[in-house]
């Protein structure tokens, strides 16, 4: 750690490792993954989408359950998480159709890592299996999707823990930073900035026939029928909107949320969205692109969001990735290997720390052990987890919003966070929802 002063306010720098920071965080000592289970408490777990984010949940959650089944619409993935002895220990069984895993009685809790445009469908099919789910972000395709996944999580009674990691990873500068500005600790919030990169741009891309070992229909589920192009598939999905929603979903799913947690307005939205600055790759029409051949997502963008709370956050590409928090009496950066305080926030590290209660509020009650331990522990006292479904869409809907508006060519757009609407402009309302390809539909 280093201390740095400047001419007329003192600015610290705290590593995300510091020892002093960590023990401020995390006074509970032990903690869940010190604690000894027996191997007959620990869950029972299927991993659906076994691709490289799915794998690397499921090591994760093998620290407290057990895979008892694997699968993935490519059989190199399923089969390679099967063999792994982090994962399956060769002894998972294999399924290229997800449905069967969920059919498994034996089957307490699923780990969803697909494509996102798969997310809402497999989790509401899971929980209506009645499976706990920890399921990657984003966790929608449109802001539809997330109203009826927040239904169905409060009819069925299952636990959902949504992968936006940052809620309590990353040794919790995140949580640090929202507890300070909840607490006031530089004064009146005037300002969010959420920088979360830019977008790239590629193409055109040459169609091919999918390989062997690909059920390519299966993994475009909903999505219209297209030709398969390599960059189409697996980790290139998130530049193509009919799968994702580019950066504004990928890190937006991240930094928004962060965002939004730190001005309470976790669960409800902004009332005003406006593009200053939005760069497609691709001509659209009607929210359409013209072609399907190279990446279709926004590239760069500077979105401003107005919250009933007179907070502005900026949704931007070209800043230093992370969250700044900017108040009347000092600011806040944070973003993963680090938090900047300057001016009020100096004090309120060490002088006046945040209460313990606002802490535990934050966490709703559960200690800070990471992710994962948070499914886990929720899951067995049947509780809600840290990155719950209903404050989730609720940030995500901000970042579909802002698609929404760059792909029909809107300058602002007026929402209604109470409604959940577009107010005045049907067509762009419209959007909240896609066509959805028969015997994928979400039900």
Not at 36 to 44: A, E, G
Not at 55 to 79: N, P, T, Y
Not at 268 to 281: A, C
Request: charged content about 30%; glycine content about 10%; proline content about 4%.
């Amino acid at each position: 750690m280093t201390l740095h002063t400047h001419n007329r306010r003192d600015f610290l720098r705290v590593a995300a490792t510091s020892p002093a920071l960590l023990a401020f965080l995390n006074p509970f000592g032990r903690t869940m993954a010190d604690e000894t289970r027996s191997k007959n408490d620990r869950p029972r777990l299927g991993l659906i989408g076994a691709g490289g984010q799915g794998s690397g949940d499921a090591r994760g959650a093998s620290r407290f359950g057990d895979f008892l089944a694997v699968c993935d619409v490519d059989q190199r993935h399923a089969e390679r998480a099967r063999n792994d002895d982090r994962i399956g220990k060769k002894k998972a069984d294999v399924y290229e159709d997800y449905r069967k895993l969920l059919d498994r009685r034996d089957i307490d809790a699923v780990i969803i890592g697909t494509p996102d445009h798969w997310h809402t469908k497999i989790c509401i099919d899971a929980l209506r299996a009645g499976k706990d789910v920890y399921c990657e972000k984003p966790l929608t395709l449109t802001i539809d999707e997330g109203k009826k996944l927040g239904q169905v999580v409060k009819e069925t009674g299952r636990v959902v823990q949504v992968g936006t990691q940052q809620r309590s990873d990353h040794n919790r500068v995140f949580l640090l930073a929202v507890a300070m500005v909840r607490a006031g600790r530089i004064g009146k919030i005037r300002k969010v900035t959420a920088a979360i990169g830019g977008g790239p741009s590629g193409g055109p891309f040459r169609a091919a026939k999918p390989p062997a070992e690909l059920n390519w229909d299966l993994w475009l589920g909903q999505a219209p029928k297209v030709e398969y192009r390599k960059e189409r598939c697996h980790a290139e999905f998130r530049w193509w909107y009919e799968y994702s929603g580019g950066k504004l979903t990928d890190w937006g799913a991240h930094h928004v949320d962060i965002g939004q947690w730190g001005i309470g307005m976790e669960n409800s939205g902004p009332h005003t969205l406006e593009v200053i600055k939005g760069v497609l790759p691709v001509e659209f029409k009607g929210g359409y692109p013209t072609v399907d051949d190279r990446y279709n997502t926004a590239t760069t963008f500077l979105v401003r969001a107005t919250f009933a709370n007179d907070v502005v956050m900026d949704i931007r590409h070209d800043t230093e990735n992370g969250v700044t928090f900017q108040g009347s009496s000092g600011r806040i950066f944070v973003t993963r290997d680090r938090i900047d305080l300057s001016g009020g926030a100096v004090d309120a590290l060490y002088k006046n720390p945040v209460p313990e209660s606002l802490l535990k509020e934050l966490r709703k009650g559960k200690r800070v052990d990471g992710h994962m331990a948070n499914f886990f522990e929720c899951a067995r006292d049947r509780a809600v987890p840290v990155a719950d479904v209903w404050s989730h869409h609720r940030s995500l809907t901000t970042c579909h919003l802002a698609n929404i508006a760059i792909r029909l060519a809107r300058h602002k757009l007026h929402w209604d966070p109470a409604k959940e609407e577009i107010v005045g402009d049907s067509e762009a309302n419209a959007w909240q929802s896609r066509p959805q390809r028969a015997g994928y539909e979400i039900v």
